[in-house]
T-cell receptor, first 114, second 114 residues
Framework: QKEVEQNSGPLSVPEGAIASLNCTYS??????FFWYRQYSGKSPELIMS????GDKEDGRFTAQLNKASQYVSLLIRDSQPSDSATYLC??????????????FGKGTHLIIQP | DAGVIQSPRHEVTEMGQEVTLRCKPI?????LFWYRQTMMRGLELLIY????????DSGMPEDRFSAKMPNASFSTLKIQPSEPRDSAVYFC????????????FGPGTRLTVL
């Protein structure tokens, strides 16, 4: 049974600071890891994907993966009020047939305080 | 460039009625996923298709739920008969190929069963 755990928050961060979001997963065979952003009443929007250990940077976002610790994180630098949303961690494990559906955490509610 | 299209966006029905949700994946995408999101359970995978073939329907909650993908550009999720506990937001997502894990979500259908 695959499980993805996130702190539900809310996580409150001052504008301009670094927001740090964390996620752990139970399945050691997991291959692909994703962060989605979801605004209230909207659909999940893919913001980062990471497949190998280490850091991956894209603009103000950095995803970090540590497969040995089964841990993935998302850093948001120079946080803006528009970053206020729920951030969903998602994990994918390949089966013999190819891509699987994603297992999602329940999300961390992030609030950026102006 | 059109994303994933879902219809209807909102559906209100009475218990016992049949409900059909529709999805058009991104053109050229060969994998399609149906998810359900509730406050209690978060975002859950119901079923997914690769090249129009259902691969894993273990997430479908009961026999009242069924899904089809008659061609590469159309899928339906049907609930018959519907129950109040089926009230949720249903998302469709698609990805480029069976080996590509990045999934893109449609706007969702908010279903309310009275």
């Amino acid at each position: 049974q695959k499980e993805v755990e996130q702190n539900s928050g809310p996580l409150s961060v001052p504008e301009g600071a670094i927001a740090s979001l964390n996620c752990t997963y139970s399945d050691r065979g997991s291959q692909s890891f994703f962060w989605y952003r979801q605004y209230s009443g909207k659909s999940p929007e893919l913001i980062m994907s990471i497949y190998s250990n280490g850091d991956k940077e894209d603009g103000r976002f950095t995803a970090q993966l540590n497969k040995a610790s089964q841990y993935v994180s998302l850093l948001i630098r120079d946080s803006q009020p528009s970053d206020s949303a729920t951030y969903l961690c998602a994990v994918n494990m390949y089966s013999g047939g190819g891509a699987d559906g994603l297992t999602f955490g329940k999300g961390t509610h992030l609030i950026i305080q102006p | 460039d059109a994303g994933v299209i879902q219809s209807p966006r909102h559906e209100v029905t009475e218990m016992g009625q049949e409900v059909t949700l529709r999805c058009k994946p991104i053109s050229g995408h060969n994998s399609l996923f149906w998810y359900r999101q509730t406050m209690m359970r978060g975002l859950e995978l119901l079923i997914y298709f690769n090249n129009n073939v259902p691969i894993d329907d273990s997430g479908m909650p009961e026999d009242r739920f069924s899904a089809k993908m008659p061609n590469a550009s159309f899928s339906t999720l049907k609930i018959q008969p519907s129950e109040p506990r089926d009230s949720a937001v249903y998302f469709c997502a698609s990805s480029l190929s069976p080996l590509a894990s990045e999934q893109f979500f449609g706007p969702g259908t908010r279903l309310t069963v009275l």
